[in-house]
C-alpha cells in the first residue's frame, strides 16, 4: 500500500520503484530544493547535473546552518539542522545523481566526495557534543548542592564521551 507499484519485470526495475513513498516524496522535496539552489547560480546546460563539489556547496551554503524546520516554537529558535537531515539531503541528492547516470546525462564521478564526507562527520560530532552537552545539563538540574547534581554522569553519557575521544583520535 504504502510503496509504488511496478509494472517492470524484476529485472529492470529501479530503485525508486520499490521505495516507499514517504520517501519518494522527501527525496522528491529535497531535490527540488537543490534544483531551486542551482537555478541562479550555474549554467542553463548543468545546471542541475549533480557533481561532489556542487553538493559540498549546497550542504554548506543552503541546508547546515539554517534552522530546523522541526522547531518553530520560540524555544527552538536557534536550533539547527542536525547530521539526521544532511544525511537525508545526501542521500536525495546521490538519488538525484543516480538517475542521471542511468539516463546517460551525468558522468561525474559520485557526488559523496571527501569535502561532503568530512563535513558530515563535522556534524555528526558537532550532535554528539550537543548530546553530551545537554545530558549533562539535564543532570545537573537541580543546583550544585542538590542530589541530581551529586550523581556520577549516567553510562550512556560516559559512552559517548568515549565515542568522541575515539572518533577525535581518528582524524
Not at 531535490?31 to 563539489?53: A, L, M, Y
Not at 563535513?119 to 537541580?142: Q, Y
Request: with cysteine.
Amino acid at each position: 500500500m504504502g510503496r509504488q507499484s511496478s509494472t517492470h519485470d524484476e529485472g529492470t526495475s529501479t530503485p525508486q520503484e520499490h521505495r516507499s513513498l514517504n520517501t519518494s516524496r522527501s527525496y522528491a522535496s529535497k531535490q527540488e530544493e537543490f534544483k531551486s539552489w542551482c537555478n541562479d547560480r550555474f549554467p542553463e546546460n548543468t545546471k542541475h547535473i549533480v557533481t561532489g563539489e556542487k553538493l559540498h556547496s549546497f550542504l554548506s551554503e543552503a541546508v547546515m546552518n539554517r534552522q530546523s524546520r522541526r522547531g518553530r516554537k520560540a524555544v527552538d529558535m536557534d536550533r539547527k539542522v542536525k547530521s539526521s537531515t544532511m544525511e537525508l539531503y545526501v542521500a536525495a541528492i546521490t538519488d538525484l545523481f543516480q538517475k542521471q547516470v542511468r539516463l546517460g546525462i551525468n558522468s561525474h564521478p559520485h557526488p559523496r566526495i571527501p569535502a561532503v564526507k568530512q563535513l558530515l562527520r563535522n556534524m555528526r560530532r558537532e550532535d554528539m557534543l550537543k548530546r553530551i552537552e545537554s545530558n549533562s545539563k539535564g543532570a545537573t538540574g537541580g543546583g550544585a548542592g542538590s542530589a541530581a547534581a551529586q550523581k556520577s554522569p549516567s553510562p550512556m553519557t560516559h559512552q559517548r564521551s568515549s565515542e568522541l575521544a575515539h572518533s577525535q583520535r581518528k582524524q
